[in-house]
């Protein structure tokens, strides 16, 4: 026992009043319940009567706030819940607010006894305590066990709300808007899984249910049960505990969880069914955005005629661990169920397609105009121009992007002939989506000393949205495509002078297309992403159409096969008389670096080796196209890439070692 001398010696602020006032009983009251509080609960901290202050500080430090109750003696009879915390502004209202109001929802409990103190402990650091008692009257032992049975998601609120205001506001706050027999019941299906399924629940699961409720409008609960809304609770939970353990295994690689489930909403005294679909992920930057409409618009890519559920939709996406989830339902517009191929099929493709998605927000990109190359390249459409019946010449510029718009910048240069109109009075006349931004016209020379060439510059403005690919990104190429076709439209006939190697480009990718077709179903975005990687950009223009597909085929190959547990890579080869091709995945960084880099080595002519690199779906993939049909050379080609790559191997196995030995 500790003597009362020694237990515990507190300073309080009004410690300086009066001798004999009733502070000098709070204060003895105070030593008495921290006294009950060490031997009951701390009692280790106790040696020789003595408080071991150092020993109570590693003890008490981590369970704070600390919360406890008193013993019950049968009903009828009263009951004290404890509070000792650090000090924070109204904690302890928080604390008498929620133990009478909501320890048992829908029933206010009688207080017998209320007080609350603020102090300090000297001997054990210069922090501001608060120590709160709340005694309640308990009718009976109905009211006893009913208290018990919610004493554990009070517990996890008291310390959210204790130690935070922010949590204290928004716990009292859906406790006003939601303390309903509905919220009751979704409280009891979660402390159920904590006490069924303790090695996947714990009880940080209650604040991921205060957060859902939340968030959540009110409509939205009200529309669903509770083993719904438990349900979407729970897995939410479990997608954030999940994702936070792979993003410490592989902070570097996206990682994204899918969940579908069929259901029926009570909607307006009517049963619908429903697919509700919960996707986790993690982003690798603060840009990145994904949201409902990526959401919807890769389910349209495989359910066309669903439609989302009106207020079905919610997200969470929390700053500090980078981890976002969603929420939505989607259902057929006649009301049937989902088969059971369709959900398959969702549940085996959209993952993927998902990630491809997820949108990154960029900055307008504005680059100013260089008045010399406007100038030059002036001069150089002039040169073109030698006769008078040959086709006017233009160049064609990216020039800006803002949120909504994209801009380009075009010099026209024509012969101007007597009955001819202006640039601009052409655009006015013409019904085009293209804006005329006039910049100026001037006269660059003649042709026989008669006939007027005119170099017109000016800016042409359209709306990007027809541009966004799936991942939001923007395909400048279709853009300028498109600006040319409707240039053509609106100035009759022209010659693109700087889009050859465009135009070669996107009839080799058509080409290329073409026979991916006739294999069966791609990703057309992959397939993109996959062909303006190819390096050098001259090798997207004289490439085999043929080549390209084999080693997009290759490509497709090895992702579905993956990496082995055991293995930091996959290779796969294929060799042909007249070319190699190699198709490298590996989740760590660094192979492309050291491959490229002893493939320097081999002084290999840029016309005969192409690289592509891209991202499929969060996998790093480098592949090799060597045009040779030198056996020896293909051999030593395919020998420096398994070298390289065992020894980048190893160094990988060493670094890990190391590592888990600091």
């Not at 541009?467 to 240039?487: G, M, N, P, T, W």
Request: net charge negative; glycine share 4%.
């Amino acid at each position: 026992m500790i003597d009362e001398d020694d237990c515990p010696k507190i300073i309080t602020d009004f410690d300086l009043m009066k001798e004999g006032s009733i502070n000098t009983f709070y204060h003895q009251a105070t030593k008495r319940s921290l006294k009950k509080l060490l031997v009951r609960h701390f009692p280790d901290t106790i040696s020789d009567n003595k408080i071991d202050y150092q020993l109570l500080r590693s003890r008490i430090y981590p369970v704070l706030p600390f919360f406890s109750y008193s013993e019950f003696n049968g009903a009828p009879s009263s009951l004290s819940f404890f509070l000792l915390t650090k000090y924070r502004a109204n904690a302890f209202k928080f604390f008498f607010d929620m133990v009478s109001n909501w320890l048992v929802p829908g029933h206010r409990l009688d207080v017998n006894l209320f007080y609350a103190v603020d102090f300090r402990i000297p001997e054990l650091d210069e922090e501001k305590y608060t120590f709160v008692e709340v005694m309640l009257n308990v009718h009976s032992d109905y009211e006893y066990e009913e208290i018990m049975r919610n004493l554990p998601t009070m517990e996890t609120e008291l310390r959210l709300g204790v130690g935070s205001s922010y949590y204290a506001r928004r716990i009292l706050e859906t406790k006003g808007l939601v303390a309903d027999q509905k919220t009751a019941l979704i409280q009891e299906h979660i402390a159920n899984l904590v006490k069924r399924l303790p090695e996947h629940f714990d009880h940080d699961v209650f604040t991921e249910m205060q957060h859902v409720l939340v968030l959540c409008r009110e409509s939205f609960k009200s529309e669903r049960d509770s083993r719904h809304l438990s349900r979407i609770i729970s897995l939410n939970y479990l997608f954030r505990k999940s994702l936070l353990e792979a993003i410490k295994v592989a902070p570097e690689k996206r990682h994204l969880n899918l969940k579908l489930f069929q259901t029926r909403l009570r909607l307006r005294n009517t049963k619908r069914r429903v697919l509700g679909l919960l996707v986790g992920v993690n982003f690798m930057s603060d840009k990145e955005i994904f949201e409902e409409r990526h959401l919807m618009k890769a389910v349209h890519n495989y359910l066309p005629h669903v439609q989302m559920v009106e207020g079905s939709f919610f997200s969470s996406r929390r700053a500090m661990d980078h981890i976002g989830i969603l929420y939505l339902e989607v259902e057929k517009a006649d009301g049937s169920s989902f088969s059971l191929d369709e959900v398959a099929r969702l549940r085996e493709d959209l993952p993927d397609d998902l990630k491809d998605r997820i949108e990154h927000m960029m900055h307008p990109v504005f680059m100013p105009r260089n008045e010399e190359e406007i100038m030059r390249n002036i001069l150089s459409l002039s040169h073109q121009i030698k006769y008078i019946r040959d086709m006017p010449q233009v160049f064609i510029s990216f020039d800006e992007q803002t949120f909504t718009h994209l801009y380009f910048t075009i010099i026209h240069v024509r012969v101007v002939g007597k009955n001819d109109k202006k640039i601009d009075v052409l655009f006015k006349q013409a019904d085009t989506f293209l804006e005329y931004i006039h910049d100026f016209s001037k006269t660059v020379g003649y042709i026989r000393k008669r006939y007027p060439k005119e170099a017109t510059v000016f800016r042409v403005k359209l709306p990007k949205d027809m541009f966004l690919r799936d991942d939001h990104s923007i395909d400048l190429y279709k853009a300028r495509q498109v600006v040319v076709a409707e240039l053509e439209r609106v100035l009759d006939k022209i010659r693109d002078y700087n889009g050859g190697m465009i135009t070669k480009q996107n009839e080799l990718l058509g080409k290329v297309r073409h026979l991916l077709a006739e294999e069966g179903v791609y990703n057309d975005l992959l397939l993109e992403n996959f062909f303006y990687s190819l390096a050098p950009a001259s090798m997207r223009s004289v490439f085999e159409a043929s080549c390209l597909k084999t080693l997009f085929l290759l490509m497709l190959d090895t992702l579905e096969h993956g990496v082995y547990p055991d293995e930091n890579y996959a290779i796969t080869v294929n060799r042909e008389l007249e070319s190699v091709y190699v198709i490298i995945i590996a989740d760590a960084p660094g192979a492309k670096d050291e491959m490229n880099k002893a493939l320097s080595t081999l002084n290999i002519p840029p016309t005969e080796l192409g690289t592509v690199y891209v991202n499929a779906s969060g996998t790093p993939c480098l592949g090799y196209i060597y045009c040779c049909d030198d056996p020896y050379k293909q051999e030593h080609f395919c020998g420096t890439i398994h070298h390289v790559l065992e020894t980048w191997s190893q160094s990988q196995v060493v670094n890990a070692n190391k590592a888990d030995f600091n």
